[in-house]
T-cell receptor, first 114, second 109 residues
Framework: DTGVSQDPRHKITKRGQNVTFRCDPI?????LYWYRQTLGQGPEFLTY????????KSRLLSDRFSAERPKGSFSTLEIQRTEQGDSAMYLC????????????FGAGTRLSVL | AQRVTQPEKLLSVFKGAPVELKCNYS??????LFWYVQYSRQRLQLLLR??SRESIKGFTADLNKGETSFHLKKPFAQEEDSAMYYC???????????FGAGTQVVVTP
């Protein structure tokens, strides 16, 4: 297991297009998180899954954003009708509930909206 | 409201000098504090957490609830310590983290 995997690493899209990112957590990690990071800022929480259930969504996550985690394994984050303000690094992290709050991060997907 | 403040965006120190990265937080519940580090071209990784009370790579951090601080310290900085450091606050039962804006540490020989 090489850790949390995110795909693609980079995505360039035109404004108004839809994009989808994928995150594969560490095997057996039942918790999965999505964060967004813009230049000069720390990661900001977007949403969280425990197994397949999405338990919280940040106010940052407008209705153009949707995340899923079917079967409690990999997760996808979709952004519809992208805007230039969506340009950011999207980070995924996973954790094992019995290990407490230690989160392991993926390398991220960098989105550029032109 | 939950908040993490890292007042220094950039910290430049000489090799062998002490380094201290400041982190202050505001949280009404029982906080759980972390330091994460990101080396150049690498992913974000956990450096240490307050409940383990251990020293990692020579770094230590003490939670001071009275001053609501969790400063990161190392007595003798090394060039390989050059990285971006983020202080993070947890506390919810399911582990959402609130990050500070980060401090870039540059250690010069």
């Amino acid at each position: 297991d090489t850790g949390v995997s995110q795909d693609p690493r980079h995505k360039i899209t035109k404004r108004g297009q839809n994009v989808t990112f994928r995150c594969d957590p560490i095997s057996e990690h039942n918790r999965l998180y999505w964060y967004r990071q813009t230049l000069g800022q720390g990661p900001e929480f977007l949403t969280y899954f425990q197994n397949e259930a999405q338990l919280e969504k940040s106010r940052l996550l407008s209705d153009r954003f949707s995340a899923e985690r079917p079967k409690g394994s990999f997760s996808t984050l979709e952004i519809q009708r992208t805007e230039q303000g969506d340009s950011a690094m999207y980070l995924c992290a996973s954790s094992l509930e019995r290990e407490g709050n230690i989160q392991y991060f993926g390398a991220g997907t960098r989105l550029s909206v032109l | 409201a939950q908040r993490v403040t890292q007042p220094e965006k950039l910290l430049s120190v000489f090799k062998g000098a002490p380094v201290e990265l400041k982190c202050n937080y505001s949280y009404s519940g029982s906080p759980e504090l972390f330091w994460y580090v990101q080396y150049s071209r690498q992913r974000l990784q956990l450096l240490l957490r307050h409940i383990s009370r251990e020293s990692i790579k020579g770094f230590t951090a003490d939670l001071n609830k009275g001053e609501t601080s969790f400063h990161l310290k190392k007595p003798f900085a090394q060039e390989e310590d050059s990285a971006m450091y983020y202080c993070a606050l947890g506390g919810d039962s399911w582990g959402k983290l609130q990050f500070g804006a980060g401090t870039q540490v540059v250690v010069t020989p």
